[in-house]
């Protein structure tokens, strides 16, 4: 196979053997920087899917009635009802998609611009997965609740799932979600990791009698609105927690903590203590504290009078309530609903990723920078980030074994706000909306490709604003003459550079699609190396040149390189456990994801991080 390298106008063919993909690249080590955030948990913790897997069903007796929480010191709205009532005639919600962007459901396309009329989606109560239980004097705050900044669920335990929704199984306002994990084997500890939902400050560390260990943090979002989380049952030591009981005005929790032999699996163990301090800064998904059944509100509920458990138990009611509050228009902090539901847990799903709900999903539906997403949750859900000003810097769009599209990309902060996104199009269908916004003043910035179940080439493009006083020429499905050609014009007579390429096959023939630019500044571009070549010629590269652009085509890889202006990092051939290990790595070193490949039915991953 020919391999083309182009060094400003100059045009070099080469011919490589075929080789395996397996190397690597590797950069020279990058200095190190403050982490921006924490994207995995504890080691005891075991997924990474948390986000977007349904949720376990809880194969255990869940305790009944009151939880006894010590709340005495919440101020008490001046209209409260003496108990929630159903309200049966819940408003036509119109609720805002987003400002910035709005979904076709034909095609899995989206787009998304700045300066588009707001679009709304419309849902009534008949499609939501339950009909919410409102307080009526609520409802505006309820109907307020959104994420300005990305909030994470408090877990990482695959077998985590909810017990008690906002509203408890038997319709009593819960005001809270209960997490535990789903079963718990005999001798299995029940407690899991506990994590601070966003970045945020410590502001409070307490003993309640009700709550146990708790932990308060306030999060403060980019425009300065705020959400404070509370964190109960929490375990500080074995010795602590027991001392705290026995002095405990709860006579059966006080009777129950004089008893004998008390149990590690129940009290806990004195290393599983707090791990954060009144003052501290805490990032989004640090590890802060180990669920447990602290305070007469955790194992209080499953004693009888005399302390002594009213049926057996291996989970020993070991779970986190949590907490999540916003201002309401009085100023005063009122507890919401992070999933929106507003309704009991007990049998339905409506805390799904996939539900309707009749309120915003405040939980963030996948990590803003994301691998093997269903497609489907990033079209339900892109108004999530959109909505707080982040865009779409990379995309790529790819099918698994099982025939599902997989989505892998990266949104983030500081990126222009006018820019448009489609997913997994056919030819003609990009041609369409090339045509379209090209009218409108925007090329492409980025390209991926992948194919159908049938072979054709299906397109991922991210669009931005033309430069004022340059010009553009894209190009799709171009065979190897006519990209020669396209060559010679715009690089060899008009002295443009090769801004974006992808190489990919169908049908066992090689096509090219891109976009040249009229500014040059010098570019080195690659396609259809061996792994060995690719690697060779990055190594020469690298003190000078930095690689933008990169793509894998079968067994070969090409790439795009431009005066190199700071440190970068670039790999393929990641599994999807090696892809989150090097972003960990060079998250915590400061550089961002800068474009993203997923292939070979979205099980390998070639990426490209700069400072």
Same mark, same amino acid.
């Given at each position: 196979?020919?391999?083309?390298?182009?060094?400003?106008?100059?045009?070099?063919?080469?011919?490589?053997?075929?080789?395996?993909?397996?190397?690597?690249?590797?950069?020279?080590?990058?200095?190190?920087?403050?982490?921006?955030?924490?994207?995995?948990?504890?080691?005891?913790?075991?997924?990474?899917?948390?986000?977007?897997?349904?949720?376990?069903?809880?194969?255990?007796?869940?305790?009944?009635?009151?939880?006894?929480?010590?709340?005495?010191?919440?101020?008490?709205?001046?209209?409260?009802?003496?108990?929630?009532?159903?309200?049966?005639?819940?408003?036509?919600?119109?609720?805002?998609?987003?400002?910035?962007?709005?979904?076709?459901?034909? $095609?899995?396309?989206?787009?998304?611009?700045?300066?588009?009329?707001?679009?709304?989606?419309?849902?009534?109560?008949?499609?939501?997965?339950?009909?919410?239980?409102?307080?009526?004097?609520?409802?505006?705050?309820?109907?307020?609740?959104?994420?300005?900044?990305?909030?994470?669920?408090?877990?990482?335990?695959?077998?985590?799932?909810?017990?008690?929704?906002?509203?408890?199984?038997?319709?009593?306002?819960?005001?809270?979600?209960?997490?535990?994990?789903?079963?718990?084997?005999?001798?299995?500890?029940?407690?899991?990791?506990?994590?601070?939902?966003?970045?945020?400050?410590?502001?409070?560390?307490?003993?309640?009698?009700?709550?146990?260990?708790?932990?308060?943090?306030?999060?403060?979002?980019?425009?300065?609105?705020?959400?404070?989380?509370?964190?109960?049952?929490?375990?500080?030591?074995?010795?602590?927690?027991?001392?705290?009981?026995?002095?405990?005005?709860?006579?059966?929790?006080?009777?129950?903590?004089?008893?004998?032999?008390?149990?590690?699996?129940?009290?806990?163990?004195?290393? #599983?203590?707090?791990?954060?301090?009144?003052?501290?800064?805490?990032?989004?998904?640090?590890?802060?504290?180990?669920?447990?059944?602290?305070?007469?509100?955790?194992?209080?509920?499953?004693?009888?009078? $005399?302390?002594?458990?009213?049926?057996?138990?291996?989970?020993?009611?070991?779970?986190?309530?949590?907490?999540?509050?916003?201002?309401?228009?009085?100023?005063?902090?009122?507890?919401?609903?992070?999933?929106?539901?507003?309704?009991?847990?007990? =049998?339905?799903?409506?805390?799904?990723?996939?539900?309707?709900?009749?309120?915003?999903?405040?939980?963030?539906?996948?990590?803003?920078?994301?691998?093997?997403?269903?497609?489907?949750?990033?079209?339900?859900?892109?108004?999530?980030?959109?909505?707080?000003?982040?865009?779409?810097?990379?995309?790529?769009?790819?099918?698994?074994?099982?025939?599902?599209?997989?989505?892998?990309?990266?949104? #983030?902060?500081?990126?222009? $706000?006018?820019?448009?996104?489609?997913?997994?199009?056919?030819?003609?269908?990009?041609?369409?909306?090339?045509?379209?916004?090209?009218?409108?003043?925007?090329?492409?910035?980025?390209? #991926?490709?992948?194919?159908?179940?049938?072979?054709?080439?299906?397109?991922?493009?991210?669009?931005?604003?033309?430069?004022?006083?340059?010009?553009?020429?894209?190009?799709?499905?171009?065979? =190897?003459? $006519?990209?020669?050609?396209?060559?010679?014009?715009?690089?060899?007579?008009?002295?443009?550079?090769?801004?974006?390429?992808?190489?990919?096959?169908?049908?066992?023939?090689?096509?090219?699609?891109?976009?040249?630019?009229?500014?040059?500044?010098?570019?080195?571009?690659?396609?259809?190396?061996?792994?060995?070549?690719?690697?060779?010629?990055?190594?020469?590269?690298?003190?000078?040149?930095?690689?933008?652009?990169?793509?894998?085509?079968?067994?070969?890889?090409?790439?795009?390189?431009?005066?190199?202006?700071?440190?970068?990092?670039?790999?393929?051939?990641?599994?999807?456990?090696?892809?989150?290990?090097?972003?960990?790595?060079?998250?915590?070193?400061?550089?961002?994801?800068?474009?993203?490949?997923?292939?070979?039915?979205?099980?390998?991953?070639?990426?490209?991080?700069?400072?």
């Amino acid at each position: 196979m020919k391999n083309l390298m182009f060094l400003f106008v100059s045009l070099i063919v080469m011919t490589f053997a075929a080789d395996s993909l397996s190397a690597q690249i590797r950069t020279t080590p990058i200095r190190q920087t403050t982490p921006v955030m924490v994207q995995q948990g504890n080691p005891e913790e075991d997924s990474d899917e948390i986000f977007y897997r349904s949720l376990p069903q809880v194969q255990m007796q869940i305790p009944q009635g009151e939880d006894g929480h010590d709340h005495a010191d919440e101020p008490q709205l001046r209209m409260r009802l003496s108990r929630p009532q159903p309200t049966t005639n819940v408003p036509q919600k119109a609720q805002l998609w987003n400002n910035r962007a709005f979904v076709q459901a034909s $095609n899995a396309q989206i787009v998304s611009e700045a300066n588009l009329q707001l679009t709304y989606r419309t849902t009534s109560g008949s499609a939501y997965c339950a009909a919410p239980i409102v307080e009526r004097e609520l409802y505006a705050t309820y109907a307020s609740a959104k994420a300005y900044m990305p909030l994470y669920v408090p877990y990482r335990h695959s077998k985590v799932s909810i017990w008690q929704g906002f509203y408890y199984n038997w319709n009593d306002k819960h005001g809270a979600i209960d997490y535990g994990k789903s079963s718990v084997a005999a001798g299995e500890d029940p407690t899991f990791g506990v994590y601070a939902i966003a970045d945020g400050k410590v502001i409070e560390i307490k003993w309640s009698n009700g709550g146990g260990n708790v932990i308060t943090i306030e999060h403060t979002a980019p425009n300065g609105f705020k959400y404070r989380s509370t964190y109960l049952h929490l375990r500080n030591g074995f010795n602590h927690d027991l001392n705290q009981a026995k002095q405990s005005p709860s006579s059966k929790y006080k009777k129950f903590a004089y008893k004998p032999n008390p149990s590690q699996l129940c009290w806990g163990t004195n290393s #599983q203590t707090l791990k954060v301090s009144v003052g501290q800064n805490v990032k989004a998904g640090q590890f802060i504290a180990w669920a447990g059944n602290t305070g007469s509100g955790g194992i209080g509920i499953i004693l009888d009078d $005399n302390g002594n458990f009213k049926n057996t138990t291996t989970s020993f009611n070991v779970h986190l309530h949590f907490e999540l509050r916003i201002k309401d228009s009085n100023g005063e902090w009122v507890k919401i609903d992070p999933y929106g539901v507003y309704n009991k847990k007990s =049998g339905i799903d409506c805390y799904d990723l996939d539900s309707e709900t009749p309120f915003a999903r405040l939980f963030a539906p996948f990590y803003p920078s994301f691998h093997n997403v269903p497609l489907q949750y990033i079209n339900q859900y892109w108004g999530y980030y959109t909505g707080m000003g982040m865009a779409l810097q990379t995309i790529s769009i790819d099918r698994a074994g099982n025939g599902k599209l997989m989505a892998s990309g990266s949104f #983030q902060w500081g990126l222009p $706000n006018s820019w448009y996104a489609r997913f997994y199009m056919t030819a003609a269908s990009y041609q369409n909306y090339f045509n379209e916004y090209n009218s409108k003043g925007f090329h492409p910035r980025q390209m #991926q490709v992948s194919t159908d179940s049938q072979g054709n080439p299906r397109f991922s493009v991210i669009w931005e604003k033309n430069v004022a006083g340059e010009s553009y020429y894209s190009f799709h499905n171009r065979d =190897g003459n $006519n990209f020669s050609s396209l060559w010679d014009n715009y690089v060899k007579n008009k002295k443009w550079k090769l801004a974006e390429h992808v190489s990919y096959t169908v049908n066992n023939k090689l096509y090219h699609a891109g976009i040249f630019r009229s500014k040059n500044t010098g570019f080195y571009a690659y396609y259809g190396l061996t792994s060995a070549a690719f690697n060779d010629k990055f190594q020469e590269l690298y003190s000078k040149w930095q690689l933008v652009s990169m793509h894998v085509n079968g067994s070969k890889v090409g790439g795009l390189w431009v005066p190199k202006s700071d440190n970068y990092a670039a790999y393929y051939g990641l599994t999807a456990s090696g892809y989150q290990s090097k972003f960990n790595q060079f998250s915590s070193q400061g550089m961002r994801l800068y474009k993203v490949q997923s292939y070979n039915n979205s099980t390998k991953f070639a990426a490209i991080w700069v400072k």
